[in-house]
Protein backbone atom coordinates (compact mmCIF):
# COMPACT_ATOMS: atom_id res chain seq x y z
CA UNK A 1 0.00 0.00 0.00
CA UNK A 2 1.32 3.29 -1.05
CA UNK A 3 1.58 6.26 1.79
CA UNK A 4 -1.20 8.21 -0.08
CA UNK A 5 -3.83 5.21 -0.06
CA UNK A 6 -2.77 4.56 3.58
CA UNK A 7 -3.57 7.99 4.54
CA UNK A 8 -7.29 7.44 2.80
CA UNK A 9 -7.95 5.62 5.77
CA UNK A 10 -6.21 6.63 8.64
CA UNK A 11 -4.94 10.56 10.16
CA UNK A 12 -2.09 11.43 12.18
CA UNK A 13 -2.41 10.91 15.51
CA UNK A 14 -2.10 13.65 18.19
CA UNK A 15 1.17 14.37 20.06
CA UNK A 16 0.35 12.56 23.07
CA UNK A 17 3.04 10.33 25.67
CA UNK A 18 2.30 6.87 24.68
CA UNK A 19 2.31 7.34 21.14
CA UNK A 20 2.90 3.27 20.50
CA UNK A 21 -0.58 2.61 22.61
CA UNK A 22 -2.12 5.01 20.35
CA UNK A 23 -0.69 3.77 16.95
CA UNK A 24 -1.75 0.32 17.81
CA UNK A 25 -5.05 1.48 18.52
CA UNK A 26 -5.75 3.29 15.62
CA UNK A 27 -4.31 0.75 13.15
CA UNK A 28 -6.55 -1.85 15.10
CA UNK A 29 -9.39 0.15 14.23
CA UNK A 30 -9.08 0.66 10.78
CA UNK A 31 -7.95 -3.40 10.30
CA UNK A 32 -11.59 -4.24 12.09
CA UNK A 33 -13.41 -2.22 9.92
CA UNK A 34 -12.32 -3.69 7.24
CA UNK A 35 -10.47 -0.76 5.53
CA UNK A 36 -7.83 -3.41 4.27
CA UNK A 37 -8.56 -6.58 2.04
CA UNK A 38 -6.15 -9.45 2.76
CA UNK A 39 -3.12 -9.89 0.79
CA UNK A 40 -2.83 -5.94 1.44
CA UNK A 41 0.99 -4.50 1.87
CA UNK A 42 1.75 -2.85 4.59
CA UNK A 43 5.56 -1.20 5.41
CA UNK A 44 6.60 0.49 8.86
CA UNK A 45 7.21 3.75 6.36
CA UNK A 46 3.95 4.07 4.91
CA UNK A 47 1.82 3.43 8.91
CA UNK A 48 4.51 5.76 10.12
CA UNK A 49 3.19 8.80 7.41
CA UNK A 50 -0.19 8.01 7.30
CA UNK A 51 -0.47 7.84 11.58
CA UNK A 52 1.89 11.45 12.16
CA UNK A 53 4.49 9.35 14.04
CA UNK A 54 8.08 8.37 13.97
CA UNK A 55 9.09 4.35 12.97
CA UNK A 56 9.25 3.16 16.69
CA UNK A 57 5.85 3.34 17.14
CA UNK A 58 4.82 2.27 14.08
CA UNK A 59 6.60 -0.51 14.65
CA UNK A 60 5.75 -1.26 17.76
CA UNK A 61 2.07 -1.25 16.76
CA UNK A 62 2.84 -3.52 13.81
CA UNK A 63 4.47 -6.29 15.57
CA UNK A 64 1.27 -6.14 18.51
CA UNK A 65 -0.86 -6.90 15.44
CA UNK A 66 1.71 -9.34 14.37
CA UNK A 67 1.54 -11.33 17.75
CA UNK A 68 -2.65 -10.94 17.67
CA UNK A 69 -2.49 -12.59 13.48
CA UNK A 70 -3.51 -9.72 12.62
CA UNK A 71 -0.75 -8.94 10.08
CA UNK A 72 1.90 -11.48 8.81
CA UNK A 73 5.83 -10.44 7.70
CA UNK A 74 6.22 -11.06 4.36
CA UNK A 75 9.61 -9.59 4.13
CA UNK A 76 12.01 -7.65 6.50
CA UNK A 77 10.13 -4.38 6.46
CA UNK A 78 7.07 -5.60 4.71
CA UNK A 79 3.34 -7.19 6.49
CA UNK A 80 0.62 -7.97 5.08
CA UNK A 81 -2.92 -8.40 6.15
CA UNK A 82 -3.27 -12.63 5.74
CA UNK A 83 -6.18 -14.04 4.05
CA UNK A 84 -8.22 -16.75 5.51
CA UNK A 85 -8.59 -20.40 4.90
CA UNK A 86 -11.60 -22.01 5.22
CA UNK A 87 -11.34 -23.72 7.95
CA UNK A 88 -9.98 -20.72 9.61
CA UNK A 89 -13.21 -18.82 8.55
CA UNK A 90 -15.37 -21.80 9.70
CA UNK A 91 -13.79 -21.49 13.30
CA UNK A 92 -14.00 -17.89 13.22
CA UNK A 93 -18.01 -18.37 12.39
CA UNK A 94 -18.77 -20.93 15.01
CA UNK A 95 -16.75 -18.58 17.67
CA UNK A 96 -18.65 -15.17 16.56
CA UNK A 97 -21.97 -16.52 16.21
CA UNK A 98 -21.54 -17.79 19.67
CA UNK A 99 -20.04 -15.04 21.68
CA UNK A 100 -21.89 -11.69 19.51
CA UNK A 101 -25.00 -13.72 19.87
CA UNK A 102 -24.39 -13.26 23.31
CA UNK A 103 -23.30 -10.00 23.73
CA UNK A 104 -26.28 -9.06 20.96
CA UNK A 105 -28.84 -10.87 23.63
CA UNK A 106 -27.48 -9.05 26.40
CA UNK A 107 -27.78 -5.83 25.04
CA UNK A 108 -31.23 -5.26 25.46
CA UNK A 109 -30.90 -5.09 29.67
CA UNK A 110 -29.40 -1.58 29.09
CA UNK A 111 -30.38 -0.19 25.26
CA UNK A 112 -32.29 3.36 25.86
CA UNK A 113 -34.45 5.18 23.12
CA UNK A 114 -31.39 7.16 22.23
CA UNK A 115 -29.37 4.33 21.52
CA UNK A 116 -31.75 3.23 19.30
CA UNK A 117 -32.04 6.24 17.09
CA UNK A 118 -28.33 6.37 17.29
CA UNK A 119 -28.26 3.14 15.66
CA UNK A 120 -31.22 3.92 13.22
CA UNK A 121 -29.17 6.98 12.30
CA UNK A 122 -26.02 5.17 11.62
CA UNK A 123 -27.95 2.70 9.66
CA UNK A 124 -29.36 5.38 7.44
CA UNK A 125 -25.84 6.38 6.74
CA UNK A 126 -24.95 2.72 5.37
CA UNK A 127 -27.79 2.71 3.37
CA UNK A 128 -26.82 5.79 2.03
CA UNK A 129 -23.16 4.63 1.65
CA UNK A 130 -24.38 1.48 -0.52
CA UNK A 131 -26.88 3.95 -2.86
CA UNK A 132 -23.48 6.09 -3.31
CA UNK A 133 -20.90 2.81 -4.07
CA UNK A 134 -19.26 3.96 -1.07
CA UNK A 135 -18.09 0.83 0.76
CA UNK A 136 -14.95 1.48 2.46
CA UNK A 137 -17.50 4.06 4.63
CA UNK A 138 -20.29 1.32 4.79
CA UNK A 139 -17.43 -1.12 6.16
CA UNK A 140 -16.16 1.43 8.91
CA UNK A 141 -19.78 2.10 9.64
CA UNK A 142 -20.47 -1.42 10.08
CA UNK A 143 -18.37 -1.85 12.61
CA UNK A 144 -19.56 0.89 14.57
CA UNK A 145 -23.28 -0.46 14.37
CA UNK A 146 -21.77 -3.51 15.56
CA UNK A 147 -20.00 -2.75 18.59
CA UNK A 148 -22.73 -0.37 19.45
CA UNK A 149 -24.90 -3.12 20.05
CA UNK A 150 -21.86 -5.40 21.76
CA UNK A 151 -20.67 -2.96 24.14
CA UNK A 152 -24.63 -2.67 25.38
CA UNK A 153 -23.97 -6.12 27.25
CA UNK A 154 -21.76 -4.16 29.88
CA UNK A 155 -19.34 -6.77 29.73
CA UNK A 156 -15.92 -5.02 28.53
CA UNK A 157 -14.01 -8.96 28.23
CA UNK A 158 -16.66 -9.96 26.19
CA UNK A 159 -16.30 -6.90 23.86
CA UNK A 160 -12.70 -7.23 24.01
CA UNK A 161 -12.86 -11.36 22.73
CA UNK A 162 -14.98 -10.46 20.08
CA UNK A 163 -12.72 -7.59 18.52
CA UNK A 164 -10.04 -10.50 18.38
CA UNK A 165 -12.42 -12.34 15.80
CA UNK A 166 -13.01 -9.20 13.84
CA UNK A 167 -9.40 -8.38 13.63
CA UNK A 168 -8.94 -11.47 11.44
CA UNK A 169 -12.40 -11.36 9.70
CA UNK A 170 -12.49 -7.66 9.08
CA UNK A 171 -10.57 -7.34 6.31
CA UNK A 172 -12.36 -10.24 4.09
CA UNK A 173 -15.61 -8.39 4.78
CA UNK A 174 -14.52 -6.61 1.52
CA UNK A 175 -16.00 -9.72 -0.02
CA UNK A 176 -19.46 -8.68 0.63
CA UNK A 177 -19.73 -6.04 -1.71
CA UNK A 178 -20.87 -5.12 -4.16
CA UNK A 179 -23.26 -7.85 -3.55
CA UNK A 180 -24.42 -7.34 -0.13
CA UNK A 181 -25.03 -3.40 -1.86
CA UNK A 182 -27.50 -5.11 -4.23
CA UNK A 183 -29.48 -7.79 -2.26
CA UNK A 184 -29.60 -5.55 1.20
CA UNK A 185 -28.81 -8.52 3.40
CA UNK A 186 -27.42 -6.59 5.49
CA UNK A 187 -29.79 -3.98 5.48
CA UNK A 188 -32.33 -6.10 6.75
CA UNK A 189 -30.46 -7.79 9.55
CA UNK A 190 -29.62 -4.72 11.24
CA UNK A 191 -33.07 -3.03 10.87
CA UNK A 192 -34.19 -6.15 12.64
CA UNK A 193 -31.70 -5.54 15.20
CA UNK A 194 -32.97 -2.19 16.02
CA UNK A 195 -37.08 -3.42 16.13
CA UNK A 196 -35.77 -5.99 18.55
CA UNK A 197 -33.82 -3.56 20.31
CA UNK A 198 -36.59 -0.83 20.18
CA UNK A 199 -39.18 -3.78 21.47
CA UNK A 200 -36.39 -4.76 24.05
CA UNK A 201 -36.74 -8.63 22.63
CA UNK A 202 -32.86 -10.28 23.16
CA UNK A 203 -33.73 -13.10 21.23
CA UNK A 204 -34.54 -11.37 18.22
CA UNK A 205 -31.68 -8.97 18.59
CA UNK A 206 -29.24 -12.34 18.97
CA UNK A 207 -31.56 -13.86 15.97
CA UNK A 208 -30.66 -10.39 13.49
CA UNK A 209 -27.28 -10.71 14.07
CA UNK A 210 -26.31 -14.45 13.72
CA UNK A 211 -28.41 -14.12 10.95
CA UNK A 212 -25.76 -11.02 9.76
CA UNK A 213 -22.92 -13.24 10.51
CA UNK A 214 -24.01 -16.01 8.38
CA UNK A 215 -25.28 -14.21 5.27
CA UNK A 216 -21.37 -12.53 5.37
CA UNK A 217 -19.94 -16.19 6.09
CA UNK A 218 -21.53 -17.48 2.63
CA UNK A 219 -19.97 -14.59 0.92
CA UNK A 220 -16.95 -15.04 2.38
CA UNK A 221 -16.94 -18.60 2.05
CA UNK A 222 -17.52 -18.45 -1.98
CA UNK A 223 -14.97 -15.74 -1.98
CA UNK A 224 -12.45 -17.98 -0.68
CA UNK A 225 -12.72 -20.96 -2.47
CA UNK A 226 -13.06 -18.97 -6.08
CA UNK A 227 -9.69 -18.44 -5.28
CA UNK A 228 -8.04 -21.64 -4.99
Keep these: MSERSLARVATPIPRQSNLGELSYERLKEIIIAGAFPPNEKLTVRSVSAALGVSTTPARDAINRLISEGALAYVAPKTVVVPSLTVEALDEITATRL ?34 QGNYREVLKINREFHFTIYRMSGWPRLVAIIET ?47 DIRDGYVRMKAMIESQN
Design 165 to 211: MWLRVGPSFNALYPAFAMNRQGVANHLAAIDGLNAKDGAKVRAAIEN
Design 98 to 131: AIEGLAAERSVLSVTPGDVAGLAQMQARIIAGLD
